[in-house]
């Protein structure tokens, strides 16, 4: 027997907080995480406080969202 899929909607909300661009990625309940930008890299910042540094935006938005699905989703 296989289970059925679940479909999330993610919700991409860009906020300045201190002065610096932070894309904040949200379900209706949860906060998956933010992505920040660090010189010519980016950094996926978990809501455990964690941090990943990637090279591309759409990296860190993939970590998150894998990160969200394996261990909450």
């Given at each position: 027997?296989?289970?059925?899929?679940?479909?999330?909607?993610?919700?991409?909300?860009?906020?300045?907080?201190?002065?610096?661009?932070?894309?904040?990625?949200?379900?209706?309940?949860?906060?998956i995480g933010?992505?920040?930008?660090?010189?010519?890299?980016?950094?996926?910042?978990?809501?455990?406080?964690?941090?990943?540094?990637?090279?591309?935006?759409?990296?860190?938005?993939?970590l998150l969202?894998?990160?969200?699905?394996?261990?909450?989703?």
């Amino acid at each position: 027997m296989s289970k059925k899929d679940k479909t999330i909607q993610i919700i991409e909300e860009e906020k300045m907080i201190n002065g610096q661009l932070v894309l904040e990625l949200t379900t209706k309940k949860d906060k998956i995480g933010q992505v920040v930008t660090e010189a010519e890299r980016f950094v996926a910042i978990l809501p455990s406080g964690e941090r990943f540094k990637v090279t591309t935006q759409d990296e860190a938005v993939d970590l998150l969202i894998r990160d969200y699905h394996l261990h909450r989703g």
